[in-house]
């Protein structure tokens, strides 16, 4: 399973959410008018608790930020985050290229937002683990 | 040779996983420590790249404002603060740690001019994996 498949399965799934924001995928260089949401994905660790191998545990988080202007309300950043996290349910799968699986092991999180130069930012914490068939 | 009652044999495997215990959780929060405070160059300091799960310094402040605690009570800020608190710990304390530098949030989750380093959340993320290790050091 290659780390490549498993992000593309991801961001796949993120693209799909109905009337979403734009999106400042990882490694792009862009910095839209806000309101926007930037990705990145943290690979965190590969493990494989078999003898003979073949059946690595891919895991790491998503960090899908919500970006909107400083100094209007929060509740509009809060109501998108709150559309991530549901977008991936605890339990959700996702197929990768290639076979095998992503799977949301556990409630996506809407972490506390920051101020961020004329920016407000509220991240949401979606973490995965990807397998073999 | 003398021969143990049944109640201190017990006693013994008890004092022991205790032991064992304490051993795997000291050992893996300081894995998880260990590796949020592995500096790297910041961007001030000529970098031209990153890694994800490393801290990166500067004028060193972030990572000398560290301070570190056990059930609400915090000493010292310091780069190795981290050290004094599993050196006393024992079971059921809560440890904490926190980063008091006022842009740690910025370096950890990125702003709109870099990305997130996830230094503490990369190897928080981590600990399951430390502690798998640690008990197999234990089951030797």
Known sequence: MRAADIANALEQHLGEIPDVLTIVWENQDAQPVAPYIEVQNVRTSVRDGTIAGGAAVHEGYLVLTVVTAQNTFATPANAVADDLAAWFPMGHRLAVLGGGHVVIPRPARVLQGFPDGANWRTPVRVEYQAMGA | ?140
């Open chain 2, 1 to 140: 040779m003398a021969k143990r009652t049944f109640a201190a044999q017990i006693k013994g495997f008890a004092d022991l996983t205790k032991k064992n215990l304490e051993y795997v959780a000291v050992n893996a929060v300081q894995d998880v420590m260990e590796a949020a405070q592995t500096p790297q160059p910041g961007f001030g300091q000529g970098a031209t790249t990153f890694e994800v799960g490393k801290i990166p310094v500067d004028t060193s402040a972030m990572i000398n404002s560290l301070v570190s605690g056990a059930d609400g009570a915090f000493g010292a800020p310091g780069a190795a603060s981290y050290s004094v608190v599993l050196a006393g710990y024992e079971l059921g304390d809560v440890m904490q740690f926190a980063w008091t530098a006022p842009y740690a949030i910025h370096v950890e989750l990125g702003t709109s001019k870099m990305p997130g380093r996830h230094f503490v959340g990369a190897n928080a993320a981590r600990f399951s994996d430390f502690v798998q290790d640690r008990v197999a050091e234990v089951r030797k």
